[in-house]
């Protein structure tokens, strides 16, 4: 039986107590403060429209190794068909990925309620997006959550070609040269796997976690508003 949050904790049962899906627990809310404590441990909201908030933690995990991360020549001519923002147009990049048509999903799991909470991380600063531009016009980009020395990838959008890949292209660079350790992909997709992320299993993922100091809210994130390469 999956076990239900008390509204009135923080608390979580360790990741290793999941289902064999990779659910934790399920019910509570979405305040920041759970948020961020989810996080920390290696867990995640992820459902659908109808169903109580799911709390997860997969095994195998997805992560990328930044040195791991595949930059091919398409791609590096790509890049350059944009300009790049940091943390400029939050709301809309978020929305963008809800809009996203997902293989075998019928509907988004970026709903209101998600959307809601994670502008309240982005106005605390914990939750960040990379934006590509052409034009002035926001063509595609994503947006995760920091926690400690670890991006916490979260959904991607592209109106235009590679527009997306372009813009974590750019993250990537950024977080080697801040000091970041590596990216949580969190569920394994072909797509970034084709980028250089690989599956690990809960155990290595959780250790790994634990190393790079994730038990504060203390979060690395060194860039103003617009930054173009």
């Known amino acids: 039986m999956i076990p239900q ?26 305040v920041p403060s759970r948020l961020v404590k989810a996080y920390q441990h290696g867990i995640f909201p992820w459902y659908m429209e109808g169903e109580p908030i799911l709390w997860w933690s997969p095994d195998p995990r997805l992560i990328m190794e ?24 939050f709301s809309d990049v978020i929305r963008k990925c809800g809009l996203v048509p997902r293989e075998n999903q019928n509907g988004t799991w970026i709903q209101e309620d998600i959307i809601e909470a994670y502008e309240s991380l982005h106005g605390m600063g914990i939750a960040h997006s990379i934006e590509s531009y052409q ?19 979260e959904s991607m959008f592209a109106d235009v070609n590679d527009a997306s890949k372009s813009a974590y292209a750019v993250l990537i660079k950024h ?7 590596f990216v949580d992909c ?8 084709s980028l250089g992320a690989k599956e690990v299993t809960r155990e290595y993922f959780l250790e790994k976690l634990e190393k790079v100091n994730t038990d504060s809210i203390e ?3 060194e860039i103003n508003k617009s930054l173009l390469i």
């Open 219 to 221: 979060h690395y994130w």
């Open 66 to 89: 930044l040195d791991d991360f595949k930059l091919s020549r398409s791609l590096k001519k790509s890049m350059k068909k944009f300009e790049y923002r940091f943390d400029y147009n």
């Open 175 to 181: 977080l080697k040269e801040w000091g970041y350790e």
């Open 135 to 153: 034009d002035d016009k926001l063509v595609g980009g994503l947006y995760g959550v920091v926690v400690g020395k670890v991006f916490c990838g």
């Open 5 to 30: 949050i008390n509204k009135y904790s923080l608390d979580f049962p360790h990741p290793n107590s999941a289902n064999k899906d990779g659910i934790v627990a399920w019910g509570g809310n979405l």
């Open 186 to 193: 969190q569920v394994p997709t072909d797509h970034l796997k």
